[in-house]
């Protein structure tokens, strides 16, 4: 057994679940997980593509501890948009008209 609270061994069994407004994406019982970047990289490969907060809860059912994860998603960053105008489109105006 680790030290640390949250720390990994191969044979750990873990328990994951990812939620989206109270849906279950994906669930997973397991072990062979290194640490949690793997859990959490596992768990939102088989959720697939999701938009807005989710809730990851991991359960380390071997060490007895376990933890909630808030992930952030969005379909795609928003490219911006400039209307740029063309120099014919404005008057020049004139002191001495």
Same mark, same amino acid.
């Given at each position: 057994?680790? #030290? %640390? ?11 994951? &679940? ?6 279950? +994406? $994906?669930?997973?019982?397991? #072990? %062979? ?11 939102? &490969? ?6 807005? +907060? $989710?809730?990851?809860?991991?359960? %380390? ?37």
């Amino acid at each position: 057994m680790n #030290n %640390n609270a949250t720390s990994l061994s191969l044979n750990d069994q873990i328990f994951a &679940t990812l939620m989206v407004g109270g849906k279950v +994406l $994906a669930s997973v019982c397991r #072990n %062979n997980f290194a640490n949690i970047n793997d859990v959490v990289r596992f768990i939102c &490969t088989n959720a697939g593509r999701f938009m807005g +907060l $989710a809730q990851l809860n991991i359960r %380390n059912k071997t060490q007895g501890w376990s933890m909630n994860l808030a992930l952030s998603s969005r379909k795609s960053i928003p490219q911006p948009s400039f209307h740029t105008a063309k120099a014919s489109q404005y008057r020049q105006a004139s002191l001495f008209a």
